[in-house]
């Protein structure tokens, strides 16, 4: 039912800066959770950061202090701006929503998801 299209991945140096947006359908910000999840080949899949309908956010331990989650509700666009980039964060980076009652962190699962943005950091 939900949407999610992201966008601006691509591949920087260490120590760069990249800045993902994610477009959703309806109105998936005034009620759902949101986040954004990661995956590199033959590793388990990540949460990364996640932000409610309250503005509240929470981040994984290795993005904290780097990454920032943000949205755009007028415009249905999620944002998740990522600085000090390593090589450690190259993976495909998915846009997630989710409707269910319960805590908004990176640890919930979530229902819907998108096609995925690459991101590559070299040393």
């Known amino acids: 039912q939900v949407q999610l299209v992201e966008s601006g991945g691509g591949s920087v140096q260490a120590g760069g800066s990249l800045r993902l947006s994610c477009s959703a359908s309806r109105y998936t910000y005034s009620n759902y959770c949101m986040g954004w999840f990661r995956q590199a080949p033959g590793k388990s899949r990540e949460g990364v950061a996640t932000i409610h309908r309250d503005g509240s956010t929470s981040y994984a331990d290795s993005v904290k202090g780097r990454f920032t989650i943000s949205q755009d509700k007028a415009a249905n666009t999620l944002f998740l701006e990522m600085n000090s980039l390593q090589p450690e964060d190259t993976a495909m980076y998915y846009c997630?929503?989710?409707?269910?009652?319960?805590?908004?962190?990176?640890?919930?699962?979530?229902?819907?998801w998108g096609q995925g943005t690459q991101v590559t950091v070299s040393s």
């Open positions: 997630t929503a989710d409707p269910r009652p319960g805590v908004c962190g990176p640890r919930r699962s979530f229902i819907y």
